[in-house]
T-cell receptor
Framework: GAGVSQSPRYKVAKRGQDVALRCDPISGHVSLFWYQQALGQGPEFLTY????????KSGLPSDRFFAERPEGSVSTLKIQRTQQEDSAVYLCASSSWGGNTEAFFGQGTRLTVV | QKEVEQNSGPLSVPEGAIASLNCTYSDRGSQSFFWYRQYSGKSPELIMF????GDKEDGRFTAQLNKASQYVSLLIRDSQPSDSATYLCAASMNGNKLVFGAGTILRVKS
């Protein structure tokens, strides 16, 4: 597609429920990133994939968070047993190979845990 | 100390003026620097990136980088009300991730 696509755009989950957020990156982009953005803050890094390999997951806040990109294209961020503090916008970004290339963001998924 | 620091603002400038947005970073290993614009309720949109010391111009926007001072800035000439948004500065060390500041709110008054 022309841009990074994320779904759903909005998700309301009851506390304790599991959720799955999808990211479809720009075609051909090797690198894929997940970020979490709380209200009034900049995006915080969660995890990074290069093709299907998860090279950095240092930003995942707990073992309830899990991300995968099995075929090196679409990625899923899963949050188990959601808590209220998980409420945020989850942004996916992709970029082509190279250390100085820019990342393009999707529209994000706004997760609200009630 | 956060790795990337920005003044939260709001920075208010009159229409047609130059808006100057500033950012400092703590990790000297940072190689590339990015400015994103984010409208309320929208995702960040890339404006410019810079990785060499000096100035880089693109239309009304100029990014400036001073690695010795660990300082990055964005100048917006002829500011328009449509430029009103939050501007995010980000640093990348090896392309693996971006470290963002909290953003500066810019308000351009007509």
């Amino acid at each position: 597609g022309a841009g990074v696509s994320q779904s759903p755009r909005y998700k309301v989950a009851k506390r304790g429920q599991d959720v799955a957020l999808r990211c479809d990156p720009i075609s051909g982009h090797v690198s894929l990133f997940w970020y979490q953005q709380a209200l009034g803050q900049g995006p915080e890094f969660l995890t990074y994939f290069q093709n299907e390999a998860q090279l950095d997951k240092s930003g995942l806040p707990s073992d309830r968070f899990f991300a995968e990109r099995p075929e090196g294209s679409v990625s899923t961020l899963k949050i188990q047993r959601t808590q209220q503090e998980d409420s945020a916008v989850y942004l996916c970004a992709s970029s082509s190979w190279g250390g100085n290339t820019e990342a393009f963001f999707g529209q994000g998924t706004r997760l609200t845990v009630v | 100390q956060k790795e990337v620091e920005q003044n939260s603002g709001p920075l208010s400038v009159p229409e047609g003026a130059i808006a100057s947005l500033n950012c400092t970073y703590s990790d000297r290993g940072s190689q590339s620097f990015f400015w994103y614009r984010q409208y309320s309720g929208k995702s960040p949109e890339l404006i410019m990136f810079i990785y060499s010391n000096g100035d880089k111009e693109d239309g009304r926007f100029t990014a400036q980088l001073n690695k010795a001072s660990q300082y990055v800035s964005l100048l917006i000439r002829d500011s328009q009300p449509s430029d009103s948004a939050t501007y995010l500065c980000a640093a990348s060390m090896n392309g693996n991730k971006l470290v963002f500041g909290a953003g500066t709110i810019l308000r351009v008054k007509s």
